[in-house]
């Protein structure tokens, strides 16, 4: 098991730009998977980004070449730069780990994020 904590929420003018963070502490933090979801009011939990324990990344549909997902095995520490950000990118945004292959089942207790247009 591992707690997390997510860092970095904020307002932002559409079209700017936030990076959020997520420390993990726990060991192995370099066996786990990364994934970052949001939820916004009223609307299911959505994929955001992962990153796998290889470096291997994947993206949803709807943040594909704006929002970059990395992570640093030294600082126990997952990020998130979210670049052209849109309105309906305002969601409260959790960090999520997971040992594969099994489900994300560590979560922080998530950042707001508000763009206004």
């Known amino acids: 098991q591992v707690q997390l904590a997510e860092s970095g929420g904020g307002l932002v003018q559409a079209g700017g730009s936030l990076r959020l963070s997520c420390v993990a502490s726990?060991?192995?933090?370099?066996?786990?998977?990364m994934g970052w979801f949001r939820q916004a009011p009223g609307k299911e939990r959505e994929f955001v980004a992962a990153?796998?324990?290889?470096?291997?990344?994947l993206y949803g549909d709807s943040v594909k070449g704006r929002f970059t997902i990395s992570r640093d095995n030294l600082k126990n520490t997952t990020y998130l730069q979210m670049h052209s950000l849109k309105p309906e990118d305002s969601a409260i945004y959790y960090c999520?780990?997971?040992?594969?292959?099994?489900?994300?089942?560590?979560w922080g207790q998530g950042t707001q994020v508000t763009v206004s247009s």
């Open positions: 990153v796998w324990s290889r470096g291997s990344t």
């Open positions: 726990g060991r192995a933090f370099s066996s786990y998977d």
């Open positions: 999520a780990a997971r040992l594969p292959p099994g489900r994300y089942d560590n």
